[in-house]
């Protein structure tokens, strides 16, 4: 299959996908596809490791369009998004989340599900949605078990962004590395896990997520629920949507 907003590098165990809508690396609709499409072929392949990055300078992904969050396609996408992630989550493969740039909303939420995640030191990680009328799904399903309640309803609820480092301070990164020994610290990690047996890393990355318990699966349910049975019909997300596309302060009716 070709693919235009992604490039995907199969191999016998290594598969690569890269974002590749530039500057920004914007997840929208068509991406979607393509990303669960290339998800399939890491999965016929049996793929031991799984490499995410992107292209360009500034982003590893700075979130879903917005405009896909409107109605007629919002429905659409967090069924694509979240399909995307279920299987992240439970796959055999292993994968690698290597991140540089502005790293927000749904951009953040993909690199946060894989099993590891290297990051550039110029990295900024943040879920930005509340700013405008919504909350990231996953992302209130994960964080809380994965830093804390409190630190999770600081990024979620504020907005804010964090830097590479606090980040890794709170268990969100592995490593920290300058953005010119990125590609390297990938290599001396996949190297490492490629020295293993890939039957015991897909048996132990299940025993891993049997640790963690299913709390990440019930969330997001509840979490997808919320979203699209409430959040949706209230005219503060239409109107923070709107404020966005159209470049002015949203005018909050606060219903």
């Known amino acids: 299959m070709s693919y235009s907003t992604i490039q995907f590098h199969p191999g016998p165990r290594v598969a690569s996908i890269v974002l590749n809508r530039p500057p920004l690396n914007i997840i929208n609709l068509e991406m979607l596809d393509e990303l669960n499409a290339a998800w399939s072929e890491v999965e016929d392949l049996k793929a031991q490791v799984a490499v995410l990055s992107s292209a360009g300078d500034r982003a590893f992904s700075a979130g879903v369009d917005v405009a896909d969050h409107m ?23 292993i994968t690698i989340a290597a991140i540089h740039g502005y790293t927000f909303g749904g951009g953040a939420e993909l690199a946060m599900v894989c099993d590891l995640v290297i990051a550039a030191g110029e990295t900024q990680i943040g879920q930005p949605e ?3 009328g919504c909350y990231p799904p996953v992302a209130a399903a994960y964080l809380p078990g994965a830093i804390g309640f409190h630190r999770a309803s600081e990024m979620v609820l504020m907005g804010e962004p964090i830097h590479a480092a606090e980040a890794e301070r709170a268990g969100l990164v592995n490593k920290v590395v300058p953005r010119t020994n990125l590609s390297e610290a990938v290599d001396a990690y996949v190297a490492k896990l490629l020295a293993k047996s890939s039957t015991v890393l897909a048996l132990t990355k299940q025993a891993l997520r049997e640790g963690a ?21 209230t005219e503060d997300m239409v109107e923070g949507m709107n404020a966005f596309l159209e470049k002015r302060p949203p005018a909050w009716r606060n219903r």
Do not use: N, V, W
Not at 73 to 86: A, G
Not at 213 to 233: I, N, P, V, W
């Open 213 to 233: 318990g299913h709390h990440f699966e019930k969330a997001l349910d509840r979490s997808q629920e919320l979203y699209l049975r409430d959040l949706t019909r």
């Open 130 to 132: 509340i700013s405008l």
């Open 71 to 93: 109605p007629g396609k919002i429905e659409s996408m967090i069924e694509k998004f979240h399909h995307l992630i279920r299987r992240i989550r439970k796959s055999d493969c």
